[in-house]
């Protein structure tokens, strides 16, 4: 017997129930992510690969053969790797010796269609690699028959011919049907008139303009009565009638108002049309043609009906401020709202009542009306009707942060999420004038610039002649502050407030640090001197690139004050003396965060400073954003036990969750936070975002030139300066030979080469004095490389004539984009996969470096626009395009670190139990993010609503890192009483930056019983030592 199906919902039943909700998406998103990998894999396993070729060797072989063959392979492999390059993975190698095997396979020598076959596919090659690659595929050859490799060949072949392209096998039918012969059809009414039907528009428009002047000829005559004849036909065939239909003297007084207005044609015709509905098409486009006669003809009249009209127009727009007839918009309260649906409803009754009893003679009870299936059926659609003004999918926490607006937040996407179109809850996909283009190549996605931000009535530009002494010092050489300068200047300059800055790159962000240092100088000003001994300023870059910029920077404006800048990084050790004779010191946040850690000697350095800077906040969200936490929550801790006023100002770029990091940072958001969208950049920025579909690894490097090379000529014919960012040295090399061989061979070099102008033959003589051999062999052809393994010089030299223009196309890495302020009209990134040594593999390039070159795109001076290509693989294009236009709010990574960092805090002595351990907790940009978003950090939603505060939370969280801390022996923790003392291992941990981990393996290795070479095994095996990269003896 069948077992009984499950009674089903009706549609209408189901749309008034949450009995279709789902709120767990997980198995789906699994379930397509594992299709995803068998379908990668499958294309991937497609054509001839490596793994087929020695599959076919171990299976058609003797074992004795099978070792010989083996070295012949790897031969191949290695010619492959000098081909291909060691920077693009293994895959890619296989994936070239697969090729290399390929083409060879039935050839005794490297031939000039091999060569032209090797050039097309990876680009200028070393001929020793290809002659070591076919002299080892003929060794192997000469093991099968030329059969068998045919066959191998042919065999993957066939199964990738097996593919078909969708919609290839659908048949289409080119008959033709004949329609059936019907009679002249009447168009517009006018079968006879019109016999000869033209698609011509222009004959159209004329024909019909003579059939209007013909019929406004009587118009010249007599206008006033004109107007008067058509408002009444007008009346008469549509509004006759009707309830509360107008008198015919307010629809001509209304209508004459109109047109004596002031307004434009086109507001008009709007007006018009909202008042008159599709009815009055014929009449508006009459009052419209014939205004200025109607007017003035109307006004000069000395008929006595014309002049009785005038006074009952007067009379109508002086007495009756609400006309009844043409109001488009009723401002009521939500009660006066109720209150006329209950007058109307009872009226409704009331009517329905009395025409039951004029039926039956008798007033039914009151009771029964009130189930009466008709009155149900209209509250039924009252309620529909309501329900359309609301949003779709509202949640109560949404529509009240809405609510709340910021002064200083210019954030276009947050004002689109507040119209009505907005459905709760959606992402916001992408801007609008999107352009797609898809082949079989690419995808291909085009985000226009933005329009820039249109200039506030309050917006007044700050002129550095208005400001005081100090402040022109400071800024001399400089007219006047930029647009966003201007806007923070009040609060920066006049205040004490703790502030976040977010613009996009190169806004001006650092004068707006300058001044807040300005700020504080003019505190400790003292009888026109200022106490240099009384403040310190911090200012914490991500970089040592760009502490050593900014200290230049900072350094040259503030010398005419005599206030010292220094850089305290890894590079730049600092003595206490200098310390204490330096006012401003420019740092890392690492190096910061170890002079802060020790308690001994520092305590007065930490307690002088008054002003942190911290830049690049959205740093947050990297591995070193636990760092920063750090930095704040304990800066914030020293401000609350100490009360002495320390400002914090934060400097990023543009962040989703901007609301979030202004709370970390104890920002007011009415007065201290500060946002600007893309509108604000100096040079609107367009982006487009390029995905390579092809899955081969080799094929994807080719196509992914193929596509660089097109870019960069569309950009070089328009007369356009390229940057080429790549992300490994080596590649910088290949991709500009890549790009000139191109050029060449393809006939556009001309486009290319330096503009022979008077400073061409000094630049070409400085290039010819290096000794980078690939740098003088480029540079004629107007290509260069840079990177960080060049030469100081050569990298100067590089930088100078690409910024007068004698470089075309520059082939650079990332610290280009980080350490040196060059701009290009466009920038492409070629290529997102990156190596990470302390992962050991390739990982997507990090959103924050794309932001930094994205920044460089548009030169200030120049250009009304930038261009900023990123080319990808297709299965990564949607990634960086939720990246990039700012959906994915930014994380804490605290939970990571957060054992080092309380050992920190207990050596430091400023946490000494779990009670103020969970206090410390909550300063930290990891409690911000856990409240905002539970499930992120494995909270589920219940137990955050039983305890909102995450009290319990916190306290499990520093119970667990205080037993694995004490485990290590960094610690001593007292369970039982919940105290924490620190030891002299966690103490050395804490002052030179050890992390737990590596204290967790020396605790592991070490005995006494170990020699100095054991010593040293268990030392390298520290984590700090990731990222050193060991090459293996040649």
């Known amino acids: 017997m069948n077992a009984m199906d499950l009674p089903r919902l009706t549609g209408a039943l189901r749309s008034f129930s949450n009995v279709t909700k789902q709120d767990d998406y997980n198995e ?94 990876f680009g200028p090659f070393p001929s020793s690699s290809a002659t070591a690659a076919c002299n080892a595929t003929c060794r192997i050859a000469s093991h099968f028959t030329e059969d068998d490799l045919t066959a191998l060949i042919q065999m993957t072949e066939e199964q990738h011919g097996d593919r078909v392209l969708f919609g290839k096998n659908i048949v289409f039918s080119f008959d033709m049907h004949d329609l059936d012969h019907f009679e002249e059809l009447p168009i517009n009414g006018e079968a006879d008139a019109q016999k000869i039907i033209s698609l011509d528009y222009k004959k159209f428009l004329n024909n ?76 508006i486009e009459k009052l419209l043609q014939n205004r200025v006669v109607i007017v003035d003809r109307f006004l000069s009249s000395n008929d006595h009906k014309v002049q009785v009209l005038q006074d009952s127009c007067k009379k109508f727009s002086g007495e009756n401020a609400k006309p009844n007839y043409g109001c488009q918009v009723t401002i009521q309260s939500e009660q006066e709202k109720q209150l006329m649906k209950q007058y109307r409803r009872e009226g409704k009754r009331i009517a329905r009542r009395e025409k039951k009893a004029g039926e039956d003679g008798e007033v039914l009870g009151e009771g029964l009306t009130s189930f009466d299936p008709k009155e149900l059926r209209m509250q039924r659609e009252q309620a529909l009707l309501n329900a359309r003004s609301l949003p779709v999918l509202n949640r109560q926490r949404d529509a009240d942060i809405e609510k709340i607006h910021y002064p200083h937040v210019y954030d276009s996407q947050a004002e689109a999420m507040k119209t009505s179109a907005f459905i709760g809850g959606a992402k916001m996909l992408l801007p609008e004038g999107i352009q797609r283009e898809n082949n079989k190549m690419y995808e291909e996605v085009k985000i226009p610039h933005s329009e820039p931000m249109p200039i506030g009535f309050e917006e007044k530009p700050v002129f550095i002649k208005d400001l005081d002494e100090i402040g022109q010092l400071a800024f001399k050489g400089v007219k006047r502050l930029n647009r966003i300068q201007s806007i923070v200047f009040e609060t920066a300059y006049n205040t004490n407030e703790n502030m976040l800055i977010c613009a996009p790159t190169g806004a001006g962000k650092t004068n707006i640090a300058m001044l807040t240092v300005l700020h504080e100088i003019r505190q400790h000003v003292q009888q026109g001197v200022i106490r240099k001994d009384e403040f310190k300023i911090v200012y914490v870059a991500p970089m040592k690139a760009l502490a050593a910029e900014m200290t230049n920077y900072f350094s040259k404006r503030l010398e005419p004050l005599g206030i010292t800048v220094k850089e305290l990084t890894g590079d730049m050790q600092l003595s206490k003396g200098e310390i204490l004779r330096t006012q401003m010191l420019v740092t890392t946040p690492e190096k910061w965060d170890v002079v802060t850690r020790k308690s001994v000697g520092d305590v007065a350095l930490s307690q002088l400073v008054k002003l942190l800077i911290l830049d690049e906040v959205h740093l947050l969200h990297e591995d070193r954003g636990p760092v920063l936490e750090s930095l704040v929550a304990r800066t914030l801790r020293q401000v609350e036990s100490t009360q002495s006023m320390i400002r914090i100002l934060g400097l990023s770029a543009t962040l989703p969750n901007y609301l979030d990091v202004a709370t970390f940072l104890h920002v007011n958001p009415y007065i201290g936070l500060f946002y600007f969208d893309g ?46 960012f790549v992300h490994a040295r080596n590649a910088t090399v290949r991709t500009a030979m890549a790009l000139r061989e191109k050029a060449k061979n393809n006939g556009h070099i001309c486009y290319f080469l330096p503009n022979q102008g008077p400073e061409y033959g000094h630049a070409e003589k400085q290039v010819q004095k290096s000794r980078n051999k690939q740098l003088r062999e480029m540079f004629p052809d107007g290509f260069s490389i840079h990177h960080a393994g060049m030469l100081r010089q050569d990298r100067s030299l590089v930088e ?132 905002a978003n539970p499930l992120v950090y494995g909270i589920s939603h219940k137990s955050y609503q039983m305890d909102p505060t995450l009290e319990k939370h916190r306290e499990q969280l520093v119970i667990e890192v205080g037993r694995k801390l004490d485990k290590a022996r960094m610690i001593r923790f007292e369970e039982r009483t919940g105290y924490f003392s620190s030891t002299d291992l966690g103490r050395t941990a804490s002052h030179y930056y050890i992390k737990y981990n590596t204290i967790e393996t020396f605790n592991e290795l070490f005995d006494a019983h170990k020699t100095e070479g054991d010593i040293l095994a268990i030392v390298s095996k520290a984590e700090e030592f990731e990222q050193i990269k060991i090459f293996p003896p040649p």
């Open 208 to 283: 019909h303009l003579e059939h209007f002047q013909e019929s406004f000829k009587p118009v010249e005559k007599n206008n006033v009565s004109f107007l008067w004849c058509e408002v009444e036909k007008y009346f008469n065939e549509t509004l006759k009638g009707t309830a509360e239909a107008p008198r015919v003297e307010d629809l001509y007084c209304t209508l004459y108002d109109m047109l004596a207005s002031v307004k434009s044609g086109d507001e008009l015709q709007n007006e018009l049309f909202e008042l008159l509905g599709p009815e009055g098409f014929e009449l």
């Open 679 to 724: 509108r604000f950049r100096p040079v609107p920025l367009g982006q487009t975002f390029l995905g390579i579909k092809t899955t081969n690894k080799v094929q994807q490097l080719n196509n992914m030139d193929e596509v660089c090379y097109e870019n960069v000529l569309k950009q070089i014919t328009a007369g356009h300066q390229v940057m080429v």
């Open 28 to 121: 789906e998103s699994a379930a397509l992510k594992m299709k995803r990998s068998k379908f990668h894999k499958q294309i991937s396993d497609l054509g001839l690969t490596w793994n087929k070729i020695v599959k076919f060797v171990n299976d058609n072989l003797e074992t004795k053969e099978v070792q010989i063959v083996n070295e012949d392979l790897k031969d191949i492999l290695r010619a492959a790797k000098q081909i291909v390059g060691t920077d693009n993975g293994q895959e890619a190698i296989e994936s070239g010796a697969a090729f290399l095997f390929k083409t060879f396979h039935l050839k005794d020598c490297v031939g000039h269609n091999e060569t032209k076959a090797l050039n097309q596919m």
């Open 800 to 931: 100078n004539l690409f910024s007068h223009g004698h470089i075309k196309v520059l082939v650079c890495t990332a610290t280009l984009a980080w350490g040196v302020n060059l701009p290009a009209h466009a920038v492409i990134i070629k290529g997102t996969q990156i190596y990470a040594a302390k992962r050991g593999s390739f990982v997507d390039l990090g959103i924050l470096d794309v932001m930094q070159i994205f920044g460089r795109a548009g030169r200030p001076q120049f250009d009304k626009f930038g261009e900023g290509i990123i080319i990808t693989t297709h299965d990564k294009l949607s990634h960086y395009l939720t990246l990039l236009t700012q959906q994915n709010p930014i994380e804490s990574q605290f939970l990571e670190s957060l054992a080092d960092n309380l050992n920190a805090e207990i050596a430091l002595g400023t946490v000494t139990n779990v009670e103020e351990a969970v206090k410390w907790i909550s300063y930290t940009y990891l409690y911000v993010r856990m409240r």
